[in-house]
């Protein structure tokens, strides 16, 4: 079963540092996201993009953050200037379609560690 | 605003019990409920979805229901097993929201043998 692949595992950054998450979604999937997860917390919804735009973004993804697909299969979360409060598991998702009717596939995170 | 509640936060059961986890949503609009399951340091990893046009969905021994009236959905386990402990979470688009999932603040379901 195609899975969405996500890179590195684990990234330890120091607080101002820039940080870039990758993310290769499903072959066929048009809509990507990024959600992240503060240990013990729900997951929260970052950004959406499609056809090499973002199509919605949260509170949360202010500009400290930006997304670019810089290619034909990856598709990357820029943080610039880290702060502690980054400190989070990043998960990348994809779906087929964007219409509010389809399944999002999660890969398996980034965590990010501020130090 | 979106809201998604999401009850109970903690569950435990002994094993070869049925476990219910109930997902209350604010936007009448909602058309697609699905539920992942989250093992620890591990992914969201989809279950079970719903969409508008039904009330019941089966998958061997998970279950959805869905109840647009009263605006929830619950997610139904039977014949629990240890392996099925994990954190539960409901995630309703919210017709509001567009395209992204409103996560639940999650359901810990303890399993014990």
Redesign the interface.
Same mark, same amino acid.
């Given at each position: 079963e195609p899975e969405v692949t996500q890179t590195p595992s684990h990234q330890v950054t120091q607080m101002g540092q820039e940080v870039i998450l990758r993310c290769v979604p499903i072959s066929n999937h048009l809509y990507f996201y990024w959600y992240r997860q503060i240990l013990g917390q729900k997951v929260e919804f970052l950004v959406s993009f499609y056809n090499n735009e973002i199509s919605e973004k949260s509170e949360i993804f202010d500009d400290q953050f930006s997304v670019e697909r810089p290619d034909g299969s990856n598709f990357t979360l820029k943080i610039r200037s880290t702060k502690l409060e980054d400190s989070a598991m990043y998960f990348c998702a994809s779906s087929e379609e964007s219409s509010t009717n389809q399944p999002q596939h999660f890969g398996d995170g980034t965590r990010l560690s501020i130090l | 605003g979106e809201n998604v509640e999401q009850h109970p936060s903690t569950l435990s059961v002994q094993e070869g019990d049925s476990a219910v986890i109930k997902c209350t949503y604010s936007d009448s609009a909602?058309?697609?409920f #699905?539920w992942?399951k989250q093992e620890l340091g /591990? +992914? #969201?990893? !989809?279950i079970i979805?719903i +969409?508008s046009n039904v009330g019941e969905k089966k998958d061997q021994r998970i279950a959805v229901t869905l109840n647009k009236t009263a605006k929830h959905f619950s997610l139904h386990i039977t014949e629990t097993q240890p392996e099925d402990s994990a954190v539960y %979470?409901c *995630?309703p688009?919210l017709?509001q *929201? &567009?395209? *992204? !999932?409103? %996560? &639940? /603040? &999650?359901t810990t379901l303890s399993v014990s043998s």
């Open positions: - | 909602s058309n697609y #699905p992942y /591990k +992914r #969201p990893q !989809l979805d +969409r %979470f *995630a688009y017709n *929201a &567009g395209t *992204a !999932l409103i %996560f &639940g /603040k &999650g």
